[in-house]
């Protein structure tokens, strides 16, 4: 069963960074994408970034545009977030997401709180 371990939450305030990781262990396949949602206090959980893990196109939630980039190492099956310019609405528990297959709802990991403050 795939393992997925974010690291590199925290708390900042309004315009920092800050650079989540996801580190994939124990995958037996080709991954199709890694990415990450987000999920903040009463709210549905959304779709941040995501990297094509072959050709290495990347996807943004409109809202993050510009300001986050989503990056990986094929080598290590870890993929990177960065995330610049910082907003409290950017405020939510970060989760990973690793997709065997277009549309499959894929593997999550535990989830890594960012916290920005005005």
């Known amino acids: 069963q795939v393992q997925l371990v974010e690291s590199g939450g925290g708390s900042v305030q309004s315009g920092g960074s800050l650079r989540l990781s996801c580190a994939a262990s124990?995958?037996?396949?080709?991954?199709?994408?890694m990415g990450w949602y987000r999920q903040a206090p009463g709210k549905e959980r959304e779709f941040v970034a995501a990297?094509?893990?072959?050709?290495?196109?990347?996807y943004y939630a409109d809202s993050v545009k510009g300001r986050f980039t989503i990056s990986r190492d094929r080598t290590i099956n870890t993929a990177y977030l960065q995330m610049n310019s910082l907003k409290p609405d950017d405020t939510a528990v970060y989760y990973c997401?690793?997709?065997?297959?277009?549309?499959?709802?894929?593997?999550w990991g535990q989830g890594t709180q960012v916290t920005v403050s005005s």
């Open positions: 997401n690793l997709k065997r297959i277009k549309g499959d709802e894929g593997s």
């Open positions: 990297i094509r893990q072959g050709t290495g196109r990347e």
């Open positions: 124990n995958v037996l396949f080709n991954i199709y994408t």
